[in-house]
């Protein structure tokens, strides 16, 4: 049908119009007319086509071709957002935040396809429902022409990321790269901020440099975790002191030993673990047992030589 351009109503709240976009698609329609009529509901609201409207304002048309769907509420929502998410020119953060409302939307129309319902939670009736519905990481990947993983770890990233860190990106002259925002997002809440900064006011190339900063904050502190334990091993290690002065150095030490090796528990790494191999697990156990035998050497020498 054909409607006067001046009946269709935009709904507050939808993307910025991209007017480079809007001038190429302008060129199109004169060149060789509108081929994909606007979407619009019963009541003559925008579904999809936003840009192709102020296409054809800009080329003065009065009247212009829609199509009337009856999706209504989310399910109108959802195919709003389909026709934004083949965009190239969203940020690192709308990009995720416009996937996240989509799986949020995909999800309650279909809640059979929701992650917890793969575990038995779903009834006799609607295992052939889930069987033949995709999930959202799937039908997303199919749309965008990317592989489902691309799709999880853009919603990781737009659930992880803190709000500090998204207002410092978002207020950033540098953009980040979905890669970098990724790893980002992997940090613990109380180091995004800093690594945010630290990135978008290019102090740090790379998420990469971030994490050798922060293995190298212990050693600045007072040694590495390394000279420490060895300190600890060292007969020849001047024990002069009070008993208050030795739990008080001991105590130091081991909080500055959880503190690092708490970064190495950080999600930061949790892409790093799946591809240990069998041979590296046990290097990684013969370190962990020699941590243990030098704390239990000092325990075992103080229980020997105090006295009763």
């Not at 009065?62 to 509420?73: F, K, R």
């Not at 803190?162 to 790893?183: G, V």
């Not at 020849?236 to 503190?259: I, M, N, Q, W």
Request: proline share 3%.
């Amino acid at each position: 049908m054909r409607l006067s351009i001046k009946e269709i109503q935009v709904k507050e709240g939808r993307r910025s119009l991209d007017t480079c976009h809007v001038g190429e698609l302008a060129d199109s329609i004169r060149e060789i007319g509108l081929l994909n009529p606007l979407t619009i509901d019963r009541d003559n609201f925008l579904i999809a086509g936003l840009h192709r409207l102020e296409a054809v304002k800009r080329l003065g048309w009065t009247e212009v071709d829609c199509t009337v769907s009856s999706l209504e509420g989310l399910s109108a929502e959802l195919a709003e957002i389909d026709e934004n998410i083949v965009r190239s020119d969203m940020s690192t953060l709308e990009y995720g935040e416009i996937l996240l409302r989509r799986k949020e939307i995909y999800e309650t129309l279909h809640p059979e396809t929701k992650r917890g319902m793969r575990n038995g939670q779903t009834s006799k009736s609607d295992k052939m429902s889930f069987l033949e519905t995709k999930s959202f990481a799937q039908d997303t990947a199919e749309k965008l022409g990317v592989v489902p993983r691309t799709v999880e770890r853009q919603i990781q990233t737009a659930k992880n990321l803190t709000q500090e860190a998204k207002e410092i990106i978002k207020n950033a002259d540098k953009k980040i790269s979905k890669k970098e925002a990724l790893k980002l997002s992997r940090l613990e809440p109380e180091d995004q901020k800093e690594a945010a900064r630290l990135l978008t006011t290019q102090q740090i190339r790379n998420m990469g440099e971030y994490a050798e900063k922060k293995k190298e904050e212990p050693e600045k502190a007072g040694g590495s975790l390394k000279d420490m334990i060895a300190e600890l091993k060292d007969p020849d290690k001047d024990c002069s002191g009070t008993p208050d002065s030795f739990l008080e150095e001991y105590g130091a030490f081991v909080r500055k030993f959880h503190k690092e090796i708490g970064w190495y528990s950080a999600p930061y790494y949790d892409t790093v673990f799946p591809f240990v191999s069998p041979e590296q697990l046990s290097i990684l156990r013969e370190l962990t047992d020699s941590i243990c035998a030098a704390a239990g050497q000092l325990l075992h020498k103080v229980e020997r030589t105090m006295k009763t």
